[in-house]
């Protein structure tokens, strides 16, 4: 049931049709928060809310896929899912509109681009230059393998479970710190300026 899978997020973004709720988070590699993109200085980002986009679509299951006619009735034209990760790959996941069994058409495209040479350290031993080259080799060799078998599930519509997307599909307004109002007059005053809660 497993099918494709994404890994080390650096950016993601939506595209639902509706420019005022669409939004582009990206990090920088490691652990690193998000920022969301083009944000005004009215809008913080609340990371409590986007910690699950890290993991958008680590590991995605197919129900089923849709052939002839099912397939022209279920089309992923709803939600468009923009991913690149740290390792090269570039994700366009599409998908529809769910049914009353919580079950969505989803599509796929990808595409990669990878560091084709290793950049030699400084003072490498033959030794250690023979052991990072066939690591390096070994590891675009699986990368290029992975891209190959995602790449030939383009142009099939297959039947997921909504949960896959349901924790990434919000609103812009949704990923944002909620503004605390303020109560008037606040607590005892203990010194000039200073109020307890």
């Known amino acids: 049931k497993s099918f494709f899978r994404v890994e080390e997020i650096g950016s993601i973004e939506i595209i639902s049709g509706e420019p005022s709720n669409d939004w582009k ?40 896929v849709f052939v002839g006619e099912e397939k022209k009735e279920n089309k992923p034209e709803g939600t468009t899912f923009k991913i690149t990760t740290f390792d090269g790959f570039r994700y366009e996941v599409s998908v529809g509109e769910k049914n009353d069994l919580n079950e969505l058409p989803l599509s796929l495209k990808v595409s990669a681009k990878f560091q084709e040479k290793r950049k030699e350290g400084e003072e490498e031993s033959d030794e250690e230059k023979e052991r990072l080259d066939k690591a390096f080799a070994d590891e675009l060799a699986q990368k290029l393998e992975k891209l190959a078998s995602e790449k030939s599930l383009e142009g099939h519509v297959f039947k997921v479970r909504s949960y896959i997307v349901d924790s990434i599909t919000k609103k812009r307004s949704e990923l944002l710190e909620e503004k605390e109002e303020e109560e008037a007059g606040g607590g005892p005053e203990i010194a000039p300026g200073v109020t307890l809660p």
């Open 25 to 64: 988070l990206t990090r920088k590699k490691g652990e690193a928060d998000y920022i969301l993109v083009d944000a005004t200085e009215e809008e913080v980002l609340d990371q409590n809310k986007v910690s699950s986009m890290k993991s958008a679509f680590s590991n995605p299951q197919m129900e089923d």
